[in-house]
């Protein structure tokens, strides 16, 4: 069936540092991809999203970029602080049918 | 501020129990969501819906009934019929839906069983 699968599962980078999540959908048909990040006890907060009809976008320190042929899309974040750490989900949705969920990256930033 | 609004933050069930969650939205958004998410896991999809007095069946519907008789609000029960209830629930909200909009959300329910 549809999946979505997220690598890695744990990262750990040093302050200052860039971060590179990376993501692989199944279905061709998926046209939004949105990256949530969760803290802990809290609920997901989009970071950023990008649709189908562009390559890459850039929101100061963090951008995401999308290879449609290859069906990847990756979360770039970049000079990395503390409040960073957190749990990143990305996630490919088609509208009127579905979104699925990678199952999370724990990112660590380390002092 | 706008925003959405989970209660209890936890939740104890005994067996046999139906219990029922509660969520609240103020931004005017029309789709709502109920998640569950597990250790380790990602977000998987309990209902949707993107109208009032209208609801969908995600993935993992078995066990569970919703409700969206107000635009703001939409409950979720989960019944004696779901056999491993423990998870931590989030619901969510997107100005349409369903699924191709920023979704925003509450900050969960963590329901165990007794």
């Known amino acids: 069936g549809e999946n979505v699968e997220q690598h890695p599962s744990t990262l750990s980078v040093q302050e200052g540092d860039s971060a590179v999540i990376k993501c692989t959908y199944s279905?061709?048909?998926?046209?939004?991809f949105p990256w949530y990040k969760q803290e802990l006890g809290k609920g997901p907060q989009l970071i950023i999203d990008?649709?189908?009809?562009?390559g890459e976008k850039k929101d100061q320190r963090i951008a995401v970029t999308l290879n449609k042929t290859a069906k990847h899309f990756s979360l770039h974040i970049t000079e990395t602080q503390p409040e960073d750490s957190a749990v990143y989900f990305c996630?490919?949705?088609?509208?009127?049918?579905?979104?699925?969920f990678g199952k999370g990256t724990r990112l660590h930033i380390l002092p | 501020d706008g925003g959405i609004t989970q209660s209890p933050k936890y939740l104890f069930r005994k067996e046999g129990q139906n219990v029922t969650l509660s969520c609240e939205q103020n931004?005017?958004?029309?789709?709502m969501y109920w998640y569950r998410q597990d250790p380790g896991q990602g977000l998987r999809l309990i209902y949707y819906?993107?109208?009032?007095?209208?609801?969908q069946k995600g993935d993992i519907a078995e066990g569970y009934s919703v409700s969206r008789e107000k635009k703001e609000s939409f409950p979720l029960t989960v019944t004696s019929a779901q056999k491993n209830p423990t998870a931590f629930y989030l619901c969510?909200?997107?100005?349409?839906?369903?699924?191709?909009?920023?979704?925003?959300f509450g900050d969960g329910t963590r329901l165990s069983i007794l």
């Open positions: 279905d061709s048909a998926s046209n939004y």
């Open positions: 819906s993107q109208i009032v007095n209208d609801f």
């Open positions: 996630a490919a949705s088609i509208r009127d049918d579905k979104i699925i």
């Open positions: 969510a909200s997107s100005i349409e839906g369903p699924f191709n909009q920023p979704q925003h």
């Open positions: 931004l005017n958004h029309d789709a």
């Open positions: 990008i649709r189908s009809n562009v």
